[in-house]
């Protein structure tokens, strides 16, 4: 897997809220709640749950990613 930016503190924190709240299902919350960003027409909020996805799916990869030292 790429190597991923994760813009600010808040985007973990919301990352890791909805892995407790949901488990397994958090990428598919963070999913659905970028969708309906988007409907709604707040890009920004979009690209903030899409962030969130992508941090959920990285975080729940049991693969090694980035440099090891």
Same mark, same amino acid.
Request: proline residues 0%; glycine residues 8%; charged residues 30%.
């Given at each position: 897997?790429?190597?991923?930016? /994760?813009?600010?503190? @808040?985007?973990? @924190?919301d990352a @890791? =809220?909805?892995?407790?709240?949901?488990? =397994? =299902?958090?990428?598919?919350?963070?999913?659905?709640? @970028?969708?309906?960003s988007?409907?709604?027409g707040n890009?920004?909020?979009f690209?903030?749950?899409?962030?969130?996805?992508?941090?959920i799916?990285r975080l729940?990869?049991?693969? /090694?990613?980035?440099?090891?030292?």
């Amino acid at each position: 897997m790429d190597m991923l930016f /994760i813009a600010g503190r @808040a985007t973990l @924190a919301d990352a @890791a =809220d909805l892995m407790d709240r949901f488990g =397994d =299902d958090a990428g598919f919350e963070a999913a659905s709640r @970028a969708e309906t960003s988007r409907d709604a027409g707040n890009l920004l909020r979009f690209c903030h749950w899409r962030q969130i996805e992508r941090v959920i799916a990285r975080l729940s990869c049991e693969e /090694i990613g980035g440099t090891l030292h």
